[in-house]
């Protein structure tokens, strides 16, 4: 790290440190590699502590130090952080998680989120997930909600013996949530282009069966509603085989980040030019919170499954 960079993390912690009043193992820094950073640079805030449990929040700093560079105050940046944290309710966090031995009383706040496996080894270590190639799909319980997302939190696995299910049909039952908190829809790009109200086609009943699709090489957007965490939709009750019985073909799939997922008739591309197009995607327009592979998939009509088609790069 250059010393610009390290004095602005050493003044922005300095700063939130005078502002909240936190002792000062409550906000650390971790470099990019190292446990709970493994995608970039963060400083995390422990926010609220009861009975052995801690909420703790994780700041990209890399990002902050650009805006910084770009000409935006230290203190207006400090004051940023400071108001999303404000907007997690502990109290509601430390509600929901004293009932997390309880299946009945949580389960319709579970859902999924992708993360790639090999990034993110340390952070899954206690989680519930499952993997289909490099893709780890991912159990978490929704804490709160807001115009502005998420609070969640994972799922460690050893409350799997407390409720005595099985994790494959927790995990179906999560993203069955999923589906019902953020619906899947296709995104043409030409709309997303010119209209700022545009929210995506929905195609998933038999009434959306005249639903616009592109065959072209560059593939069909697939998302959800919020358009975060919207890969995640290919893998929701139905979605792939909805997909696959309206292009009438298997399916290819490259996962530009997180957020969405190309999806192209299997007819129509090599899965070898797909991952020189996505690899190249990815360096030059996903953010590194955002990874999630570039390894491609394919959806395979005669099981319903989504199998990893690429080598194995390990």
């Known amino acids: 790290m250059n010393k610009n960079y390290e004095e602005f993390?050493?003044?922005?912690?300095?700063?939130?440190?005078?502002?909240?009043?936190?002792?000062?193992?409550?906000?650390?820094?971790?470099?990019?590699?190292?446990?709970?950073?493994?995608?970039?640079?963060?400083?995390?805030?422990?926010?609220?502590?009861?009975?052995?449990?801690?909420?703790?929040?994780?700041?990209?700093v890399q990002e902050l130090f650009e805006d910084y560079e770009r000409g935006k105050e230290l203190?207006?940046?400090?004051?940023?952080?400071?108001?999303?944290?404000?907007?997690?309710?502990?109290?509601?966090?430390?509600?929901?998680?004293?009932?997390?031995?309880?299946?009945?009383m949580i389960k319709k706040d579970l859902f999924i989120r992708l993360l790639n496996l090999n990034r993110n080894k340390d952070e899954l270590v206690h989680a519930v997930y499952r993997c289909i190639g490099d893709i780890a799909v991912v159990l978490y319980m929704r804490i709160s909600e807001s115009a502005d997302g998420i609070t969640s939190m994972k799922i460690r696995k050893e409350y799997l013996e407390e409720w005595g299910i099985s994790r494959e049909k927790i995990l179906e039952e999560a993203l069955t949530n999923t589906m019902k908190m953020t619906p899947p829809r296709i995104y043409c790009w030409e709309k997303l282009i010119f209209d700022p109200e545009y929210d995506g086609e929905d195609f998933m009943g038999k009434e959306n069966s005249d639903v616009e699709i592109s065959r072209k090489s560059l593939g069909i957007c697939l998302s959800t509603t919020k358009r975060t965490n919207g890969a995640a939709a290919i893998f929701m009750p139905g979605v792939a085989k909805r997909m696959a019985e309206l292009l009438g073909q298997d399916l290819y799939l490259a996962f530009t980040s997180v957020h969405e997922v190309m999806v192209h008739d299997a007819?129509?591309?090599?899965?070898?030019?797909?991952?020189?197009?996505?690899?190249?995607?990815?360096?030059?327009?996903?953010?590194?919170?955002?990874?999630?592979?570039?390894?491609?998939?394919?959806?395979?009509?005669?099981?319903?499954?989504?199998?990893?088609?690429?080598?194995?790069?390990?």
């Open 267 to 314: 007819r129509q591309v090599y899965p070898e030019e797909l991952e020189d197009v996505v690899s190249e995607t990815v360096k030059e327009t996903t953010p590194e919170e955002d990874f999630l592979s570039i390894r491609i998939y394919r959806y395979c009509r005669s099981t319903d499954s989504i199998i990893c088609v690429s080598e194995d790069e390990d």
């Open 75 to 104: 203190n207006e940046l400090g004051t940023m952080i400071l108001t999303e944290l404000k907007k997690v309710n502990h109290a509601e966090f430390f509600d929901k998680t004293k009932n997390l031995t309880d299946y009945e």
């Open 9 to 60: 993390i050493g003044e922005l912690r300095l700063f939130l440190l005078n502002e909240t009043g936190y002792t000062e193992d409550k906000i650390y820094f971790r470099k990019k590699g190292e446990k709970m950073a493994e995608n970039g640079d963060r400083l995390f805030l422990v926010c609220a502590e009861e009975d052995g449990m801690k909420e703790i929040c994780g700041v990209h």
